[in-house]
């Protein structure tokens, strides 16, 4: 099993829909968590944290389940500009400084 | 600006060479990582490094060197042992573990030729 795993998509979503993925992690330790955008051909930015008790960027929400050890970002009112590779990427190491990556999923959204 | 710059962007290799890929920051991160990404695939970690004069292999490290002489500078070297080295070659760094986020440096595409 990986120790990150997404759904690689492509998930293809008209203007204005809300779409949400999900990043399961194997290491119960794991503390800390990210959603990263990436487009294409560019390096990974951070799009946000994600904290025990949830939190919401605008239009983005994030939440984490540690009891099934998962989290999920979701995109309400999506943009074109919204298209893009969306990486989940877990800290499974506490007290290290290993980061481990999805390997992404991949959102387009149509007009 | 404080940021991470990687350089070149693009770089060509004939086979059997080695191959040296620059990653500086001024950001005063004590962690620097090398990651390496695949078309159509997510990012695999290299090397990291979590202080000054030393380092750790990550999942993929054959075939590559790393060193860790300055607290801003992670230089990563591409041997010829590398059978597969076509790649997009992120460098990342980071404050202290477990916590806050890796920042990215723009990223070397390297091609063998």
């Known amino acids: 099993r990986k120790e990150v795993e997404q759904d690689p998509g492509p998930f293809n979503v008209p203007e204005g829909a809300t779409v949400a993925f999900n990043c399961t992690y194997s290491?119960?330790?794991?503390?800390?968590f990210f959603w990263y955008r990436q487009d294409c051909r560019k390096e990974p930015k951070l799009l946000m944290s994600?904290?025990?008790s949830g939190n919401e960027d605008g239009r983005f929400t994030a939440q984490l389940n540690r009891a099934s050890q998962y989290i999920s970002l979701l995109i309400r009112d999506s943009k074109l500009s919204d298209s893009a590779t969306y990486l989940c990427?877990?800290?499974?190491?506490?007290?290290?400084?290993?980061?481990?990556f999805g390997t992404g999923t991949r959102l387009k959204v149509l007009a | 600006d404080g940021g991470i710059t990687q350089s070149p962007k693009y770089l060509f290799r004939k086979e059997g060479q080695n191959v040296t890929l620059s990653c500086e920051q001024n950001?005063?991160?004590?962690?620097m990582y090398w990651y390496r990404q695949d078309p159509g695939q997510g990012l695999r970690l290299i090397y990291y490094?979590?202080?000054?004069?030393?380092?750790q292999k990550g999942d993929i490290a054959e075939g590559y060197s790393v060193s860790r002489e300055k607290k801003e500078s992670f230089p990563l070297t591409v041997t010829s042992a590398q059978k597969n080295p076509t790649a997009f070659y992120l460098c990342?760094?980071?404050?202290?573990?477990?916590?806050?986020?890796?920042?990215f440096g723009q990223g070397t595409r390297l091609t063998v030729v």
């Open positions: 990342a760094s980071s404050t202290t573990g477990g916590g806050p986020e890796a920042f």
């Open positions: 290491n119960s330790a794991s503390q800390s």
């Open positions: 994600v904290y025990s």
């Open positions: 990427v877990v800290n499974t190491s506490p007290g290290t400084y290993k980061y481990i």
């Open positions: 950001l005063n991160h004590d962690a």
């Open positions: 490094s979590q202080i000054v004069n030393d380092f």
